[in-house]
């Protein structure tokens, strides 16, 4: 006999390495030109979260997470003006997270306790830019601009398989794509605070993650049906 469905409500973690990028940086008011490099270096995240598992294919979580620190690398090249030198614009700084996820998940079948599945997720992400720098490299001009956050809509869609370690608790292995929308600079202002500038915008960060998950289901373990023998004389 089949053991009946044990489904209801569950509680995750996760942890993982984000691979992130950014389309491009908007730098109104900077001598600016042709981009040359742009990007962040990997980091990691974790994150908690709590679902309901409502049969055998579909479940949902809403979900938590905290983004570490992802180093910046970008600079852009100009060939300058009247009163101006070709040059190299140079960036710095790092840009963190916090996530917020309403998860989707269907699930693919399970084969000697392993399940594959997909999903997609909507929510927000709160994004902060640290420490930002531009140093124009030909007059070793230096400009700094201070942190700064704001919230936008994010959207991820998920790919991975989990393993049932005991009826109750399951270890994922997921790969993620997130969108986490725009994020931008303080005001921009030189080192020696004679002039300023407006902010640098980055549009449409993005991230491939991966990461190792761990959900705990509060349900009672299957259990077969135990009906009474009744011999017959």
């Given at each position: 006999m089949a053991a009946p469905f044990a489904g209801g409500w569950y509680l995750r973690g996760d942890i993982g390495f984000s691979n992130q990028d950014v389309e491009r940086l908007?730098?109104?008011?900077?001598?600016?030109?042709?981009?040359?490099?742009?990007?962040?270096?990997?980091?990691?995240?974790?994150?908690?979260?709590?679902?309901?598992?409502?049969?055998?294919?579909?479940?949902?979580?809403?979900?938590?997470e905290y983004r570490g620190r992802a180093?910046?690398?970008?600079?852009d090249s100009y060939v300058g003006g009247p009163g101006f030198f070709p040059g190299v614009n140079e960036y710095s700084g790092s840009k963190s997270e916090w996530v917020g996820l309403a998860n989707v998940y269907f699930d693919l079948g399970t084969w000697n306790g392993f399940t594959p599945f997909v999903g997609g997720g909507v929510g927000f992400a709160h994004n902060?830019?640290?420490?930002?720098?531009?140093?124009?490299?030909?007059v070793?001009?230096?400009?700094?601009?201070?942190?700064?956050?704001?919230?936008?809509?994010?959207?991820?869609?998920?790919?991975?398989v989990s393993y049932a370690i005991t009826p109750n608790a399951s270890v994922e292995f997921a790969y993620r794509y997130i969108n986490l929308g725009d994020a931008r600079t303080g005001v921009?202002?030189?080192?020696?605070?004679?002039?300023?500038?407006?902010?640098?915008?980055?549009?449409n960060i993005d991230s491939h993650d991966f990461k190792v998950g761990f959900r705990w289901m509060f349900a009672d373990m299957p259990a077969y049906d135990q009906a009474p023998l009744i011999r017959k004389y």
């Open positions: 908007d730098s109104p008011g900077l001598v600016g030109g042709t981009p040359r490099q742009k990007g962040f270096d990997s980091a990691p995240f974790g994150g908690v979260g709590v679902g309901y598992k409502f049969n055998d294919w579909i479940r949902a979580d809403i979900t938590g180093n910046l690398h970008a600079s902060t830019i640290h420490n930002f720098r531009d140093t124009n490299v030909p070793l001009g230096v400009a700094f601009a201070p942190d700064h956050s704001e919230t936008n809509f994010a959207w991820a869609v998920h790919a991975g921009i202002t030189t080192y020696d605070a004679t002039a300023s500038f407006p902010p640098i915008r980055f549009r």
